[in-house]
Each structure stands twice: as C-alpha cells, then as structure tokens.
T-cell receptor, first 113, second 115 residues
Framework: AQSVTQLGSHVSVSEGALVLLRCNYS??????LFWYVQYPNQGLQLLLK??????LVKGINGFEAEFKKSETSFHLTKPSAHMSDAAEYFC???????????FGAGTRLAVHP | DTAVSQTPKYLVTQMGNDKSIKCEQN?????MYWYKQDSKKFLKIMFS???????INETVPNRFSPKSPDKAHLNLHINSLELGDSAVYFC??????????????FGAGSRLTVL
C-alpha cells in the first residue's frame, strides 16, 4: 500500500530564507506524487506533480520538488520565502489501482519578517 | 466563475439531525470526490463517482450517503449526525478517474460543526 510521511508538522522561516518541506513516500511501484497548498479557509490548490518524467519538477509560485528514488523522497523547496507563502502544504501519493490520492498529515509553513 | 462550488460554506447543527452538502463543478469533468479534513488537518477520501457511478467507497459509516444526479453534481447527505462528524468536507473533481494523469480541483470546503 502506498503512503506518505511529512516530517515536521510546523516549519517557520524568515522572509527571504530557503523553504524546505519534507515528504517521504512508500510505494512498491513507481509513484505519482503531488504537492498541494491550502491557504486559510480555502480549498487545496495543486503546486506541482511528479508523473515519472523529469525528476526535478517545477511548480507554481516558484516552488519545485525533486523526486529521489534512492531516498524515497519528494521534498518541496523554494529559494526565497514570501509572506504570502504562509499556508498548509500537503504531500500526496496516488494509490494505483484505486484512483485515489493519499495525503500526508500536512506541514504548516509560517513566514516571519 | 467558480470551478467547484460547495454549499453551504458553514453548517452548524445539533446531534441527531440530518443535513446535506451540495457540490457542483462546471469544468466538464467526469469524476467527482468527497474528502473529509478533520481538526488535525488530516485529509481522507470518502467517496468517488465517475459519470454518476460510485467507484470509491471508503469505510465510511452508512449514515453518509452520496448522490450524483448527473456528472456535474455530487451531493453528500448525512443522517443522524454525531459529534465526530464535525470536520471540513471538500468536494473535488478530475477530468477522469485516472488521477495520475489529471489533477484534482478542490472546492473551498464546507465546515460542519455538530453540537
């Protein structure tokens, strides 16, 4: 069965600092992986997805993620945090054969001046 | 125009009542979903419909009954509400059932509070 683990339920960075949100997956087959963002009182919005093409995936708002099979990781990064990046971030893996997304527990990103 | 719209946005009700949440998408997608987000922000799929046909039904109490009158609508009816049903319920849609190739578009959520 596929699953994802997000390390760190809360991450706090200074404006302009590097953002690193960690996600590790478990899958017996090549996975499809996703990062979603949830701003306060809103639904989820897709940031980026990995579907077995390039291992470095670029998404919206300057975010990117790198698929590392050897580390079973799909960490999300952004070189320079903005105040507007403060939100909840979810990593997800597609459960093949069941056509459903399995989400991690989420990481709340706080950005301070 | 909102792509996936849910109503109501907020719902406060007493234990034992029956309530419904409606969802509509104007994206022309074939597949729709209901997800539940609990107080710890954990998201879990409840149901999925493809062209009005139920394709995913997680271990959800049978007090929860989804209904899809057409592929643009997926409503969620909940009978005999319990305190533990308090959560934010998200509707989503995707172009077809292969979420590997497509992405899910989420609604803004419906916050249900059971007193």
């Amino acid at each position: 069965a596929q699953s994802v683990t997000q390390l760190g339920s809360h991450v706090s960075v200074s404006e302009g600092a590097l953002v690193l949100l960690r996600c590790n997956y478990s899958s017996s087959v090549p996975p499809y992986l996703f990062w979603y963002v949830q701003y306060p009182n809103q639904g989820l919005q897709l940031l980026l997805k990995y579907t077995s093409a390039a291992t470095l995936v670029k998404g919206i708002n300057g975010f990117e993620a790198e698929f590392k099979k050897s580390e079973t990781s799909f960490h999300l990064t952004k070189p320079s945090a903005h105040m507007s990046d403060a939100a909840e971030y979810f990593c997800a893996v597609l459960s093949l054969g069941y056509n459903k997304l399995i989400f991690g527990a989420g990481t709340r990103l706080a950005v301070h001046p | 125009d909102t792509a996936v719209s849910q109503t109501p946005k907020y719902l406060v009700t007493q234990m034992g009542n029956d309530k419904s949440i409606k969802c509509e998408q104007n994206l022309g997608h074939d597949t729709m979903y209901w997800y539940k987000q609990d107080s710890k922000k954990f998201l879990k799929i409840m149901f999925s419909y493809n062209n009005k046909e139920l394709i995913i039904n997680e271990t959800v109490p049978n007090r929860f009954s989804p209904k899809s009158p057409d592929k643009a609508h997926l409503n969620l009816h909940i009978n005999s509400l319990e305190l533990g049903d308090s959560a934010v319920y998200f509707c989503a849609s995707s172009q077809d059932r292969d979420t590997g190739a497509n992405v899910l578009t989420f609604g803004a959520g419906s916050r249900l509070t059971v007193l």
